[in-house]
């Protein structure tokens, strides 16, 4: 059952601290600046919306659809986005330590070596998809001596 909220929604700024949005339709949604702690947005779609300045600590985003959507300086700190669709998504300084990307869709994402990483979870193909952007601005991760993803086997 998908919840019934607009696309293109405006929600900047809203404060929506552990909201249940559990398969809501947002694309294109205005959610600049916009709590969204520990949000359940599971299965939500937020194909092309706008998160950039969000708070989004410890939100649950697994199977969500994040394609295109802006992320720039997102605070995404502890978020689950374990098979979350985020093909093409901007995450230019974007907080993504402790987070959870195992398993989602990171083709095309930018910014990706412009984001701020530390204990961050990354299956194989992901961690291939971060040397391949890091090494686009000439840095070179080393698997041995990274510290900055925890590469998983399963998730």
């Given amino acids: ?6 696309p293109k929604a405006n929600l900047e700024g809203a404060r929506l601290y552990r909201v249940d949005l559990r398969e809501a339709d947002l694309r294109e949604a205005n959610l600049r600046k916009a709590d969204l702690r520990e ?4 299965e939500a779609n937020f194909e092309g919306a706008y998160f950039e300045g969000a708070n989004m600590v410890g939100a649950n985003l697994e199977e969500a659809n994040l394609s295109g959507a802006n992320l720039y300086r997102a605070d995404l700190r502890s978020a689950n986005f374990i098979e979350a669709n985020l093909s093409g998504a901007n995450f230019e300084g974007a907080d993504l330590e402790e987070a959870n990307l195992s398993g989602a869709n990171l083709e095309d994402a930018v910014g990706l070596a412009r984001a701020i990483y530390g204990g961050t979870k990354i299956d194989e193909e992901n961690y291939r998809i971060m040397e391949e952007s890091f090494g686009e601005r000439g ?3 080393d698997r041995e001596k990274q510290d900055l993803f925890d590469i998983l086997e399963e998730y």
């Fill in 139 to 141: 840095m070179i991760l």
């Fill in 39 to 42: 949000a359940n947005l599971s």
């Fill in 1 to 6: 059952m998908t919840k019934e909220v607009k």
